[in-house]
Nanobody
């Protein structure tokens, strides 16, 4: 019974910041590569960022590089996404996911999502 529960989304103005959290349970979190995936209205899913099991290697989509930071706390089984300098085009449902880039095609490996809306 893998569970991924995202939180921290909300409505923010352009240029603002949010930190998303993902509480994981039902598997050995500390041994798994984790990703964030997002899906904007009317668009397909987009891989946003990933982090290896120990947290020492991170990757980002070009669209968010320099603005977003992925991290994890394996003692708390929690994944984070710090989002700064937010843009309207960042508006989407954000999902925590178990796996790398290819997980965008594996809805069963995502959580329930948290809504991020960037608007003035």
């Amino acid at each position: 019974q893998v569970q991924l529960v995202e939180s921290g989304g909300g409505l923010v103005q352009p240029g603002g910041s949010l930190r998303l959290s993902c509480a994981a349970s039902g598997f050995t979190f500390s041994s798994r590569y984790m990703s964030w995936v997002r899906q904007a209205p009317g668009k397909g899913p987009e891989w946003v960022s990933g982090i290896n099991a120990s947290g020492g290697i991170t990757s980002y989509a070009d669209s968010v590089k320099g603005r977003f930071t992925i991290s994890r706390d394996n003692t708390k089984n929690t994944l984070y996404l710090q989002m700064n300098s937010l843009k309207p085009e960042d508006t989407a449902l954000y999902y925590c996911a178990t796996g790398g880039r290819a997980v965008v095609a594996e809805r069963a490996y995502w959580g329930q999502g948290t809504q991020v809306t960037v608007s003035s």
